[in-house]
């Protein structure tokens, strides 16, 4: 009796002890379960917060009025503001310069141009925003050239000797001196004027009073001081007459282009890049019959062309060459109509942003390239006159025909990101036609950036497609082999070693892929093409010749070891197809294949292409996807396949009615594992693909993954600029597109476990 309470005694403690470590790990699986949950969401929101920012709509705050702070009688023809959106300047018809406050519109300083004595101005104009050239046209026929300076000194605060007051210094300069340069021989007054300085050259574009369109390139030498300037008159010509009055003259910065606006509704675009032999080369109606041309600007570089009309309606315009290799004038976008005519456009100083106001006092800002109406704002009913942008776009000044200066602060750091622009095909400047693309920087800043993620996008997806197309029959179906049907000898030679490659970095992967794989496929491309399509029936033709072989031979090799036979056929057919790639190339694609691929199919060619990446991130992918594969397949009862055996099936009616059916998830399984691996790939993409975005499902290009643009441009991008942020929404697409494609996933896995389990 004592040893039975003995027993009882001990059995309760130890089911104590059990009840209490399954209450514990209970808890810790729970607690481990929601760490992960926590930080997977942590992860999207913390991503989601960075990139908040590229859709949140631009702010403005309500136009303030400021009086006139000079010279009220006179008619403003230009303003402007300094970097710092301190200082404001405002010019007059007839030369008066007033520097003001742009706070409280007190003027700083007023000088007045050095024009000639009793010589009228008769014409204004201002050159590209950012070298801040302006220039008079004189009743003479000669022009005076200016420019706004500002010198910016720190001070000791005296009442805190750690701090330091800035000071802002405006005033003018002459960059070719106080005189006046000839235009025009014969004195005619100058009517019209477009400009361009860049320091060593100088073009006038002028139309004098008697009709007459001239162009006057000057140079410019300076001594080693700096101090004094000579300018030649390197050319003079005068240009073709235009149909009708000419209402606007532009120039571009590169003083290459020359756009003239004539007959209420022509543009003619003239090629002034030479300036001894200036042609015009093209004519185009900007607008249809009954409507006119009321404003018109240059976007920040010179390429783009807005026109604003009459009715209300605005449109870019640019060159595009076309199939002939002519560069015409061409209709790029339309923009949200306004409700009355335009009276003017002005551009931004550095992004292809520009306002536009009409006659009923409406300011409305747009952005070209995302074809966006950004903002929309009025002035209290009188039309603008006169309007600027601050040289970082953060703020605009405009003169009103109430004779009031209107100031405001514009809060708009991200203005060219949209839906259409990230996902969509856009027309950007200097392209034939609109596409998918991808390029962070440019060579100069007259050019923008270009963001669309679409190419992006696209090539993750190819890479994990063209290695999964490698990865998924070869791991899948030697998973296959190496559970059902490899002796248990071999098993346990062939799955640890498979699984030891997973190990493998992939920088060497990719080190190999790009200096050994790359350049023989390259200089084998026929051959490796060939070894690729005779594997799979090389494997088939082996397994016939040993079916029909005599048990006596066969004896030879074990069950299970059949496989093994494979290694010197693989051998041998490479070896084979490598030999005779050459002969061929030489026979059917005159001795170079990738040459013939891209003169005779017109596909583009890259040593690097989408052909090495495949192999090398499937043989990446394989040693995952099979070691899962192959732990469902062998995990299969064995009381269900001797059962079916028993049954009279066949092994591999027992296999394809039996075994996949049950090991379906963990073979599903495994394949999403590989993908999801192949979609997260950077080092083989970066060192294995020629790494352009591109949207081209061929074979022979490369392309740019997600993964890899992140690993390639991050340190690159300044932290919180545009890029910056791109390219943490580029980390958001991948991360949704990984976790929406696991979920999936686990879904399908969970349904096939539901369906075959009572199998």
């Known amino acids: ?104 519109g007190k003027p700083r300083l007023q000088v007045q141009a050095s024009l ?10 201002a050159g590209d925003m950012r070298k801040q050239a302006m220039a008079y046209g004189l009743a003479d026929g000669r022009v005076l050239l200016l420019k706004d300076d500002y010198k910016i000194t720190f001070k000791q605060d005296p009442k805190d000797p750690k701090k330091d007051i800035r000071s802002i210094e405006p005033g003018i300069v002459y960059p070719l001196g106080t005189e006046p340069l000839v235009v025009d021989d014969a004195k005619r007054a100058l009517k019209r004027l477009a400009i361009q ?32 300037v000579a300018t030649v008159r390197a050319a003079l010509r005068e240009l073709p007459k235009v149909a009708g009055e000419i209402s606007q003259i532009l120039l571009e910065v590169k003083q290459r282009d020359l756009y003239v606006i ?28 009954g409507e006119r041309v009321t404003a018109s600007t240059l976007l920040s570089g010179g390429f783009s062309l807005v026109i604003g009309t009459d009715k209300g309606n605005l449109a870019q315009w640019f060159q595009v060459r076309d199939a002939s290799n002519v560069n015409t004038l061409t209709r790029i976008r339309e923009f949200k109509p306004m409700d009355a005519a335009i009276t003017l456009a002005a551009p931004e100083h550095a992004r292809k942003g520009f306002l536009a106001t009409d006659e009923k006092g409406a300011v409305n800002f747009y952005y070209a390239t995302s074809e966006r109406l950004l903002l929309e704002s009025e002035t209290g009913g009188a039309k603008a006159v ?63 950036p270009k963001f669309s993620v679409a190419p992006l996008t696209f090539g993750t997806l190819k890479a994990a497609f063209y290695a999964m197309l490698v990865a998924v029959p070869l791991a899948v179906l030697g998973a296959i082999f190496a559970a059902y049907f490899m002796s248990p000898k071999m098993r346990g030679l062939v799955k640890p070693s498979i699984e030891i490659m997973e190990a493998l970095p992939t920088v060497i992967l990719g080190f190999l892929a790009g200096l050994w794989l790359a350049p023989f496929v390259d200089n084998n491309l026929a051959g490796t093409l060939l070894a690729l399509f005779l594997l799979p029936f090389s494997f088939l033709i082996t397994a016939w010749i040993w079916h029909l072989l005599p048990d006596r031979i066969t004896k030879w090799v074990g069950p299970g070891w059949e496989a093994a036979l494979l290694l ?20 059917l694609f005159g001795g170079d294949m990738p040459r013939w691929v891209s003169n005779e199919l017109g596909w583009n060619y890259e040593q690097r292409n989408s052909l090495v990446v495949g192999i090398a991130m499937g043989f990446a992918a394989i040693p995952i996807v099979f070691s899962i594969a192959e732990d469902a397949v062998f995990s299969v009862p064995k009381h269900l396949t001797s059962g079916s055996l028993a049954l009279g099936a066949t092994p591999w009616q027992t296999l394809f009615n039996v075994v996949l059916l049950t090991a379906s998830p963990g073979i599903f399984s495994a394949i999403m594992v590989g993908f999801g691996r192949a979609i997260g790939e950077t080092m083989i993409v970066l060192m294995a693909t020629g790494n352009t975005a591109v949207m081209d499902f061929s074979i022979f290009t490369g392309f740019r993954t997600l993964s890899a643009n992140i690993g390639v441009e991050m340190p690159e991008a300044a932290v919180g600029s545009t890029h910056y942020l791109l390219l943490f929404f580029s980390a958001l697409v991948l991360f949704v597109f990984t976790f929406f494609i696991n979920t999936l996933a686990e879904l399908v896995r969970q349904r096939l476990r539901e369906k075959y389990s009572s199998i």
């Open 262 to 289: 004539h007959g209420g509704r022509f543009v003619s675009h003239f090629d002034v890049q030479d300036k001894e032999n200036p042609k015009l080369t093209q004519t185009v109606a900007v607008v249809p019959e």
């Open 197 to 228: 300085h860049d320091g060593q050259e100088t073009t006038v574009i002028a139309q004098t009073e008697d009709g007459r369109l001239l162009l006057a390139n000057y140079t410019s030498e300076s001594d080693f001081s700096g101090e004094s």
């Open 568 to 587: 010197p056929v693989v051998i041998l057919v490479v070896w084979v197809a490598v030999a005779l790639g050459h002969p061929i190339e030489a026979a």
């Open 1 to 104: 009796m004592e040893k039975i309470e003995v027993s009882i005694t001990s059995a309760g403690g130890y089911t104590g002890r059990r009840m209490a470590k399954d209450k514990l790990f209970k808890y810790v699986m729970t607690f481990g379960g929601l760490s992960v949950i926590i930080a997977i969401s942590t992860i999207f929101f913390y991503l989601a917060g960075v990139v908040a920012p590229l859709f949140m709509p631009p702010h403005m705050e309500e136009l303030k009025a400021l009086a006139l702070p000079a010279m009220a009688n006179q008619t403003t023809v230009h303003l402007t503001t300094e970097e710092q959106v301190e200082i404001g300047m405002r010019v007059t018809d007839q030369g008066s310069i007033t520097f003001f406050g742009l706070h409280d």
């Open 116 to 125: 000639p004595q009793s010589i009228q101005a008769t014409s204004f104009a």
């Open 386 to 448: 006169v309007a600027a942008f601050a040289p970082r776009a953060n703020a605009i000044v405009l003169e009103t025909a109430k004779g009031e200066i209107r100031t405001a602060h514009i809060e708009n750091e991200y203005p060219e990101i949209s839906f259409g622009a990230l996902w969509g095909k856009i027309w950007y400047e200097s392209y034939e036609k609109p596409d998918y693309i991808w390029q962070s920087a440019a060579a100069n800043s007259d050019f923008e």
